[in-house]
């Protein structure tokens, strides 16, 4: 059956499209087109090609996701063989000189003949490939393997986007491309990043990721990594008249849209190659790919011929090396340091090691995981990567390299620098001191969080000054902060002026600025009163961020039943679950916080704002929900139901014996599950405790308000601010939308009732018109909360204007 023209055009020009994109943005990194008008232009082609195949052509875009799985790869002899290079051992400036004598010398060339000139490259860290085209289409690619025969990975090469599929312009009847797969340093981390989370094996390098995936039987596996591809030279040509050099080749291959690396150069002479090695030595640490040296090719190609080969390597060029960058090496200890968040990081002692062009004694072990799944132990023999200024890391042990008397990883249970236990959550690799603003190693960045504009609000106290403080021991907690004099501050100045060799003339004359201490104890003695909400958000809590405080401040009151609630309690209240939950009670209950929190108090610093609990508590409180939260296997709510039918608190659930607890009237699975729970003591005294704050909480509730008061159409409901509003700041927004009942939250979700968009509003208002979510304006937030009078029933304004 004929193709209707039209669909034959479109197919045509879609696949053109196509290319040209995948072009710009594989080869040139100059994206064209958003991901979104790619993505529906591919889809678009593989429909016409579905519908109609004999639109399917071996050059489409569409044959680059790869064929059926393989069960080995053909042999491919290659009719001109792929040869080696020769390596220059020495990798100083050197051996470039040592190069050019070798050349000048075969060609007969004294002192009074000018110097000869070359093409110079990077030696690029991947796979050698050839990838041969028949009048411009690409029809077989295949692996170097010994030199004369490789294997046949045509489907695993198609996979790569920046090999093209079908030469641009007027192309030769044959022509053989050399070149080299390889794999960017961001995308392996990307790649890695996703296959962890997967739960899939990760890559240990570029290189074994760039050549394991065209060495993969099936052509998916190739497809889902992301290869890349760079031209170095050429093999059979067949009706094509070759220009005259080496890098008029690589411009030629360019302009047929084969991707030639930028850094190369024609030099002229020893001292230029050295030039060139040397320049890009210093550009390697970052470039986006592995290089491990620089190659040297004589220009011209009639020159090339007239040198010929030595044995299976060419005369007219080399390979010279920088240093190498793994080696291996012993792991003599593990220690562990500690971030500026707390976060702890396994790092391994080594016998110290040259590699990288350093000596290296410390490398970096990531996380448990990942010691874990690289199984490294003390006195393992390692493979160490260092790559310029990036930190030492161990890839991977030599297994058969084991001693007897290898001592196996094990992670710390305390901080090993204030003592604080360390907390590690479900689902995140990192390991953390919870000793917060307590540890030294945390104490910069928990005090900068404390003193910032939504927390505590200590105006003039920057990340300078504070750094200042502790370093030069004038503050060891935020205790310390409010009781700091104009002595101390000006001291502190001048010692780290000195430190710094910044002394002002002004202060060398005698004259001592005093307006910026002045100012600054007058921000942190008006800080000493905070909102409660603010205090919370100060403390650093993990996951507690300002929405949370703030349902803590709301719900709970006072500081003293926050710091004192268990999980169960904390995890129902509003938009607090079990992580959050136990996050905040874990803080509370180390004594390391307990002391920095007493000692703020101490310093007279509180909030201002404590006040009853909310008055919907007692629903929250119900102890069939309490139940649900206490974490115990198989307890549903359903079962916390039943539970809480025959045992109605947990005062009396925590004194009941075994015999009491096997005649509760529940399945054997979630009584077992109970038992096993209240075995542990310190679950029974969880239970008494959350007995205790619940009675306490329900005795100092308000009276319930009157029927009616509030404003129905706001009290209870989720806003999310975005944009600019034309007269109203965020805060102003936010504190008149809660001043009525309603909460702010930060993302869209369907649990939000408004959207509030104004100018340049972004991705939320995306998300929110996707979900269906009202969207209002300025206006029409004004009007919703003037509304008290309204009726329950009546309809919010403006629904659906943006700005």
């Not at 064929?67 to 400036?93: C, K, N, Y």
């Not at 004598?101 to 060339?109: S, T």
């Not at 999310?720 to 102003?732: A, K, N, Q, Y």
């Not at 929110?768 to 304004?797: F, I, N, R």
């Amino acid at each position: 059956m004929t193709l209707p023209p039209e669909i034959l055009a479109r197919a045509r020009s879609l696949a053109r499209e196509i290319e040209r994109h995948n072009h710009a943005y594989y080869v040139l990194d100059a994206p064209t087109i958003p991901d979104a008008d790619y993505d529906a232009l591919f889809r678009e082609l593989q429909a016409l090609e579905a519908a109609h195949p004999e639109l399917r052509t071996p050059d489409s875009p569409t044959q680059r996701v790869g064929g059926a799985p393989l069960d080995q790869f053909a042999p491919v002899r290659h009719a001109v063989p792929m040869l080696s290079i020769q390596t220059e051992t020495d990798i100083e400036e050197s051996g470039a000189y040592n190069f050019d004598a070798r050349v000048r010398k075969e060609l007969g060339l004294d002192e009074t003949d000018p110097p000869v000139e070359y093409a110079a490259e990077l030696k690029f860290d991947g796979l050698a490939v050839t990838l041969r085209y028949e009048h411009g289409l690409f029809v077989q690619g295949a692996t170097r393997g010994d030199g004369t025969v490789g294997e046949d990975v045509t489907q695993n090469l198609r996979t790569v986007h920046q090999i093209p599929l079908r030469l641009a312009g007027d192309a030769p009847p044959v022509l053989e491309v050399r070149g080299e797969v390889y794999m960017r340093r961001d995308d392996l981390a990307r790649y890695n990043e996703a296959a962890a989370a997967r739960g899939d094996k990760t890559l240990v390098n570029p290189r074994n990721g760039a050549a394991g995936s065209i060495r993969q039987l099936d052509p998916a596996i190739a497809a889902s990594r992301p290869l890349s591809f760079f031209a170095y030279g050429i093999g059979v040509v067949e009706g094509w008249t070759l220009p005259p050099t080496h890098s008029g080749v690589l411009d030629a291959l360019a302009a047929f849209g084969v991707p030639v690396c930028t850094h190369r150069a024609v030099v002229r002479g020893a001292a230029e190659l050295a030039g060139f090695h040397r320049q890009m030595g210093e550009l390697r640490d970052t470039l986006p790919f592995d290089i491990d040296g620089v190659v040297y090719k004589v220009n011209r190609l009639a020159l090339q011929a007239e040198l010929g080969f030595r044995s299976r390597e060419p005369r007219w060029a080399v390979a010279h090396k920088y240093p190498a960058q793994e080696a291996s090496t012993v792991v003599e200890a593990i220690d562990f340091q500690v971030g500026r968040t707390g976060a702890i990081t396994p790092v391994a002692r080594l016998k110290p090691v040259f590699v990288g062009g350093v000596t290296v004694t410390n490398a970096t072990l990531h996380n448990e995981d990942e010691v874990r799944r690289k199984d490294v132990w003390i006195g393992d023999t390692v493979i160490v990567r260092r790559a310029g200024d990036v930190i030492p890391e161990v890839v991977s042990v030599i297994q058969e390299r084991r001693p007897a008397d290898a001592k196996p990883f094990a992670m710390l249970r305390h901080c090993p620098v204030c003592g604080s236990h360390v907390v590690r959550e479900e689902g995140e690799a990192i390991a953390r001191c919870s000793g917060g603003f307590a540890c030294r190693a945390q104490r910069t960045q928990a005090i900068l969080h404390f003193a910032g504009r939504r927390m505590m609000d200590i105006e003039g106290l920057g990340d300078r000054y504070v750094e200042n403080l502790v370093d030069l021991d004038y503050v060891h907690g935020v205790a310390d902060l409010f009781r700091l004099t104009l002595d101390d501050l000006l001291e502190m100045k001048r010692r780290a002026d000195e430190r710094d060799g910044t002394t002002p003339e002004t202060v060398k004359k005698g004259v001592v600025a005093t307006r910026w201490a002045e100012k600054l104890l007058e921000g942190i003695k008006t800080s000493r009163s905070p909102t409660l909400a603010r205090f919370l958000f100060a403390l650093g809590i993990r996951h507690v961020g300002e929405s949370t405080a703030k349902t803590l401040a709301d719900w709970l009151g006072t500081f003293a039943r926050v710091r004192r609630a268990p999980a169960p309690l904390l995890a129902v209240l509003p938009d607090i679950g079990a992580t959050v939950a136990a996050a905040i009670a874990d803080f509370f209950s180390e004594p390391r916080n307990g002391a920095a929190i007493d000692a703020l108090f101490a310093a007279q610093v509180a909030p201002a704002d404590e006040h009853a609990p909310h008055p919907d508590l007692a629903e929250k409180l119900a102890w069939p929900a309490l139940y649900a939260a206490l974490g115990v296997p198989r307890l549903t709510p359903v079962r916390a139901q039943q539970l809480a039918e025959a045992v109605p608190d947990g005062a009396t659930l925590a004194r009941l014996d075994h015999l009491d607890l096997i005649a509760l009237p529940l399945p054997a699975e979630v009584g077992d599950a109970l038992r096993d729970w209240l075995d542990r003591e310190d679950n029974r005294k969880l239970l008494l405790a959350l007995a205790e704050l619940r009675g306490e909480l329900l005795a100092a509730l308000p009276e319930a308000p009157a029927a009616g008061s509030g404003n129905p159409q706001v009290a209870g409901k989720t806003f999310v601010l975005t944009g600019t509003l034309p007269t109203l700041t965020r805060d102003e927004a936010k504190a008149m939308i809660e001043a009525q009942g309603g909460k702010v939250a930060g993302s869209v979700s369907k649990k939000t009732h408004y959207v509030v968009a104004g100018a340049e509003a972004g991705s939320k208002l995306a998300k929110a018109e996707e979900l269906g979510v009202p969207v209002l304006d300025e206006a029409g937030l004004l009007s919703l909360l003037e509304s008290l009078s309204e009726s329950h029933g009546s309809t919010p304004p403006n629904q659906g204007e943006t700005q």
